[in-house]
């Protein structure tokens, strides 16, 4: 199904950003209304990131109407908010296809689109690429301009600063837009910020401001008098001076909803020399109450109608695997007070609002950075605590180096709740957790769980609460889970230790995880003996020598990268006792994993019951 571009006279007349330049800018408000209805209508058609698009549909526009796209390059971070820009960079009518399989990719995608500069979807990474456009860009003197897109959030993260102190070292002309949303402008307010904006990014101030420095060359004691009194009067009204000590010329903040004033100030801006911030005012959600008024419920939205005003009711069904999580970590914190919770500003998809809520004192969001969070987990084990750190299995490797030297290396009892592992779907390769065990496996002193169901998940956390002996990790799938029922009473499991759940002939079928219905099922036809190993690491030497001994085939399933996972840390023990015996190893095969739901991606990759089946028999024959 698509929309009837017919209903929106202006956009229309924008396909494509060569397109929306030729327009008059007296039409740029009714394209910046128009675009975020068809935004509104296409995202209610396929689902997706929503609340932040919304918010940047005035910028966007300006963006493109005042600079050269694809010449001059535009870097978006994480990409949230980067659906009207696919909009208007000829994606329009294939909108709602967004972030299903075959479709566009949710995300900025450099194979997808010459507009996409840098392909993204973690934070923080927008300065970097920018100011190595801005360095080529200077090297080609081709007039070539840079800007970069980063939200407030991502703000907390400290490669932004790593980047913007090098940005401010090298002098290279690029233009940083700050996109805030988390604080409202008055009209008043806003007015005189966007003519203050308007008035320091223009001709006039600039030769003053450039003027002056050239006039107060080599008199050391004058300048600086003079650029503490720059400061002081532009300190009365801008927030800037961070930016200024990084060595950016800021502007703003400005009502990043005004079209019209984004881009006279942008048009001013865009002949500024050496890097410039502009500090933006928006509001999530703009345009849509319910999104205005629940940012964080409308950040991503599944298919529904626009016109209703509410999010489709889901009944209730089993349990998610971070509801299991949250649960537990509250069960375990009411008993412990040293339990302390930690999140790089995940609670909501890790299931720790009420933890969060119930246990105000031992929650702690780290926001934005990965790197710290994992530190922080580690500073507190070495003062007796026991932290609890729920990560996305793709944002943990951002913290892998801290893992490694800050937490493995000293044996501190961190519990890494790892939410995420395996396929994670429609938000593609930059979000599956296709790495975790490979990763994990190779670190001295870890303890990796993967359970096979909700219990087990909540017996596997409680079991790396009680192991002190160094780091412990339960690595668990999104969304539902399988509907086992959970134990209240919480034991903690013998280390390394797995169990056989069907006892058959020829073939032994070890599971990691929550493929362990998959294997099952797929053992019937064959009568296989099926394992749920339960550790990664270390691994039931015992068991496996055993299923070796009795069995013509060993197949181990995993939903991680065959490269350096579980199934290869078996290879590696058989090898070590100089066992020969065949083994296949199914799981993700070595390349990035698009988009697409769970279900389709597992059965492409043959990672469901009949997949496993298939190539179980394959190998036989």
């Known amino acids: 199904m698509s929309l009837d571009i017919t209903q929106f006279p202006v956009l229309a007349q924008a396909?494509?950003?060569?397109?929306?330049?030729?327009?008059?800018?007296?039409?740029?408000?009714?394209?910046?209304?128009?675009?975020?209805?068809?935004?509104?209508?296409?995202?209610?058609?396929?689902?997706?990131?929503?609340?932040?698009?919304?918010?940047?549909?005035e910028l966007t526009v300006a963006l493109h109407y005042v600079y050269n796209t694809p010449f001059d390059r535009l870097v978006w971070d994480v990409g949230h908010q980067a659906y009207p820009h696919k909009i208007l960079t000829g994606r329009r009518d294939r909108m709602p296809t967004?972030?299903?399989?075959?479709?566009?990719?949710?995300?900025?995608?450099?194979?997808?689109?010459?507009?996409?500069?840098?392909?993204?979807?973690?934070s923080g990474t927008s300065i970097s690429a920018a100011l190595a456009m801005a360095v080529a860009a200077d090297k080609e003197q081709a007039g070539r301009k840079v800007v970069a897109v980063i939200g407030d959030g991502a703000m907390t993260g400290g490669m932004v600063f790593e980047a913007m102190n090098h940005a401010g070292d090298l002098h290279k002309d690029m233009l940083m837009v700050l996109?805030?949303?988390?604080?409202?402008?008055?009209?008043?307010?806003?007015?005189?910020?966007?003519?203050?904006?308007?008035?320091?990014s223009g001709r006039f101030y600039t030769t003053i401001r450039e003027g002056g420095k050239k006039v107060l060359k080599g008199m050391p004691v004058i300048k600086e008098m003079a650029r503490r009194t720059e400061e002081h009067l532009k300190g009365m009204v801008v927030p800037?001076?961070?930016?200024?000590?990084?060595?950016?010329?800021?502007?703003?903040?400005?009502?990043?909803?005004?079209?019209?004033?984004?881009?006279?100030?942008?048009?001013?801006?865009?002949?500024?020399?050496?890097?410039?911030?502009?500090?933006?005012?928006?509001?999530?959600?703009?345009?849509?109450?319910?999104?205005?008024?629940?940012?964080?419920?409308?950040?991503?939205?599944?298919?529904?109608?626009?016109?209703?005003?509410?999010?489709?009711?889901?009944?209730?069904?089993?349990?998610?695997?971070?509801?299991?999580?949250?649960?537990?970590?509250?069960?375990?914190?009411?008993?412990?007070?040293?339990?302390?919770?930690?999140?790089?500003?995940?609670?909501?998809?890790?299931g720790m609002v009420e933890f969060s809520q119930k246990f105000p004192e031992q929650y702690f969001d780290a926001a934005i950075a990965e790197q710290h969070a994992v530190t922080l987990g580690a500073g507190f084990a070495c003062e007796g605590y026991k932290p609890v750190v729920a990560i996305y299995s793709t944002f943990l490797q951002r913290g892998y180096d801290q893992l490694i030297h800050d937490v493995a290396l000293q044996r501190l009892?961190?519990?890494?709740?790892?939410?995420?592992?395996?396929?994670?779907?429609?938000?593609?390769?930059?979000?599956?957790?296709?790495?975790?065990l490979s990763y994990l496996r190779c670190v001295p002193n870890m303890v990796i769980m993967a359970p096979s169901d909700e219990n087990e998940c909540r017996q596997m956390l409680y079991?790396?609460?009680?192991?002190?002996?160094?780091?412990?990790?339960?690595?668990?799938?999104?969304?539902?889970?399988t509907g086992a029922e959970q134990v209240e009473e919480m034991t903690a499991m013998a280390i390394g230790k797995g169990l056989v759940r069907r006892q058959g002939k020829q073939i032994a079928i070890l599971n990691f995880g929550t493929t362990l219905a998959a294997c099952l099922d797929a053992a019937e036809s064959l009568n296989a003996t099926v394992a749920d190993m339960r550790f990664v690491k270390p691994l039931d030497e015992d068991l496996i020598k055993e299923l070796a001994a009795n069995h013509d085939l060993l197949v181990t399933v995993e939903e991680n990268a065959i490269m350096g996972g579980?199934?290869?840390?078996?290879?590696?023990?058989?090898?070590?006792?100089?066992?020969?015996?065949p083994l296949l190893q199914i799981g993700l095969p070595d390349e990035f994993i698009k988009h697409g739901s769970p279900e389709e991606i597992l059965t492409e990759l043959k990672l469901d019951a009949s997949g496993i089946l298939e190539q179980i028999q394959n190998r036989l024959a």
């Open 15 to 57: 396909n494509t950003p060569e397109e929306l330049r030729q327009l008059p800018q007296s039409l740029l408000p009714q394209l910046a209304d128009e675009l975020r209805e068809f935004l509104l209508k296409s995202v209610g058609m396929s689902s997706g990131h929503f609340a932040s698009g919304l918010g940047t549909v």
């Open 98 to 122: 967004i972030r299903q399989k075959g479709g566009l990719h949710p995300f900025p995608w450099r194979e997808e689109s010459e507009y996409d500069t840098f392909s993204v979807g973690h």
């Open 179 to 200: 996109n805030d949303n988390e604080m409202s402008i008055s009209e008043n307010v806003g007015a005189l910020n966007n003519h203050l904006a308007q008035l320091m």
């Open 240 to 350: 800037g001076t961070l930016f200024e000590e990084l060595g950016f010329n800021y502007i703003g903040p400005i009502d990043g909803h005004d079209v019209d004033a984004l881009v006279e100030t942008l048009r001013n801006m865009r002949s500024l020399k050496g890097p410039q911030v502009l500090h933006i005012m928006t509001k999530k959600g703009k345009g849509y109450e319910p999104a205005e008024k629940d940012p964080i419920g409308w950040h991503a939205v599944p298919k529904f109608d626009p016109s209703q005003f509410c999010k489709p009711v889901t009944k209730p069904g089993k349990p998610s695997f971070s509801q299991v999580f949250g649960k537990w970590l509250c069960d375990i914190a009411a008993k412990d007070d040293k339990v302390l919770g930690i999140t790089p500003a995940m609670r909501e998809g890790s």
């Open 413 to 436: 009892p961190v519990l890494f709740a790892i939410d995420r592992g395996g396929i994670v779907g429609a938000d593609g390769p930059t979000h599956q957790g296709a790495f975790d």
């Open 463 to 481: 079991t790396g609460y009680c192991y002190d002996k160094g780091p412990s990790a339960v690595r668990y799938p999104r969304g539902s889970a």
């Open 566 to 581: 579980a199934g290869s840390g078996v290879l590696e023990y058989l090898a070590s006792q100089g066992i020969s015996k």
